[in-house]
């Protein structure tokens, strides 16, 4: 069973779209996972924008890959290096921590990590 950052199982990402390395809606990783795609994120228009300007379009639809094209408000399993890229850019969308798998903090230490941590709706102070 694989764990997430805070070495609790990991919880699931997103089923709509279908997400993480092995398509089963989890970032699980394994050694055929060189992109390491790991952290669970919400996208955004403007991190969609950025990554489609360093050479990674996610908005564009791929039906010939079963892949429908992100849209604001996805949730994704992104590769931790990305992540990093877009943290480094001022672009870096929202983590669900409870999602994200541990072999992240390999590459993403948590303190990065935490400020970024998805609140929900009820969970932010008015």
């Known amino acids: 069973m694989q764990k997430n950052v805070f070495g609790l199982p990991l919880e699931e990402c997103s089923n709509k779209p279908l ?17 390491v795609h790991t952290v669970c994120v919400i996208v955004t228009d403007s991190f969609l924008s950025f990554s489609r300007e360093v050479g990674n379009d996610l908005s564009t639809p ?22 990093l890229e877009a943290l480094e850019n001022n672009m870096a969308p929202d983590v669900i921590l409870e999602a994200t798998n541990e072999k992240t903090l390999g590459i993403v230490p948590l303190k ?4 970024f941590a998805y609140k929900k709706p009820s969970e932010k102070k008015s």
């Not at 997400?19 to 992109?35: A, L």
């Not at 791929?62 to 992540?83: E, H, I, S, T």
């Not at 990065?112 to 400020?115: A, C, N, R």
Request: charged share 20%.
């Open 19 to 35: 997400t993480g390395f092995y398509r089963d809606g989890s970032c699980k990783t394994g050694n055929d996972d060189v992109g």
């Open 62 to 83: 791929m039906p010939q890959y079963g892949f429908p094209g992100l849209k604001n408000g996805d949730r994704w399993c992104l590769c931790a290096a990305r992540w």
């Open 112 to 115: 990065l990590l935490l400020p």
